[in-house]
């Protein structure tokens, strides 16, 4: 699904808005992993059946309302090959339902080793002549600190099969500072990441305005995000830091551009075990949680005159 797509679904549903499928089992609904302890004991199996269940509820209950969704791998990795069946469950669910998937993967290494992480997640796997897909996504998130080879191998893929990355520009969390703002002839590391994503941006615009190699924008930090959005007008850019992280509709408008798009926020907690705040079945209050939070988002985009619908 190219960013094409990504956009008008944005519009068509008035929703910016990724939900991440980070599952821990500590927090599934007891009715859906009950009985599969149950049968298959404290086990891997027991495991992947509870995810597979609890992200298919997930995604049936918001397919309607959100573009996107953004499984993250390490909860999955965790668990092992059965972790991983389940991972790869979500992912093909939510292609099914028409939505985009976000592969939050943050990979990035020496060329060959980048070829061989975009070939699994966003390109095909080459066997004896035959090629074939390994995990389904329609773009990634990119660790790009070994540089423009690391890049390279995955802008091949996106250009060959229609896809998308997001490459870590200013993530997030707290500690980010310690490397990201770093000043190297008076220029921050997260600046020169910027300018870096922005020169493969501008050779890959497509007819919505925008390019299908994004940017990981951190919600915590809109100053910089201000910054970074006059750095990369025409790259897409991945928001986490909502909810759970502490901001609001209010602090994400700066990554957004004037057309009121450029940017798809993530909220992953906040949403898919919003059932633990509200008196509500596991489903309801996902679809609830989304509602609030785009009101809340298309709320702020009005109020700063970046309406986009």
Known sequence: MSINKLVKNIIEKQSPIVVGLDPRIEQIPEEVKNKYF???GNSLEAV????????????DAVEDLVPAVK?????????????????????????EKGLHVIADIKRGDIGSTSKAYSDAHI????????????????????????????????????ETYDKGMWVLVKTSNKSSEQLQNLLV??????????????????????SCGY????????????????LLRKVMPKSYFLVPGYGAQGASGKDIVNCFNEDGLGAIVN?????????????????????????????DINSALVAAGKKYF
């Open 38 to 40: 149950e049968k298959y």
């Open 123 to 158: 390109g095909l796997t080459d066997i004896n002549g035959e090629k074939v897909s390994a995990f389904f996504s329609d773009s990634v998130t990119v660790n790009p600190y070994l540089g423009d080879d690391c890049l390279k191998e995955f802008v091949d893929n996106i």
């Open 185 to 206: 002839d008076d220029e921050t590391i997260y600046k020169r990441v910027g300018d870096l994503v922005n020169a493969w941006s501008e050779k890959t615009v497509q």
């Open 267 to 295: 909220s992953s907690r906040g949403i898919i075990f919003a059932y633990l705040k509200k008196d509500m079945a596991y489903k309801a209050a996902a679809r609830q949680a989304v509602v609030e939070m785009k009101e």
């Open 48 to 59: 992947k059946h509870s995810f597979i269940e609890f992200n298919r509820g997930i995604i």
């Open 211 to 226: 390019s299908p190699i994004g940017a990981v924008v951190g919600a915590t930090f809109p100053q910089e995000a201000e």
């Open 71 to 95: 499984p993250q791998i390490a909860f999955y990795e965790k668990y092992g090959i059965e972790g991983l069946i389940a991972y790869k469950d979500a992912c093909d669910y939510a292609k």
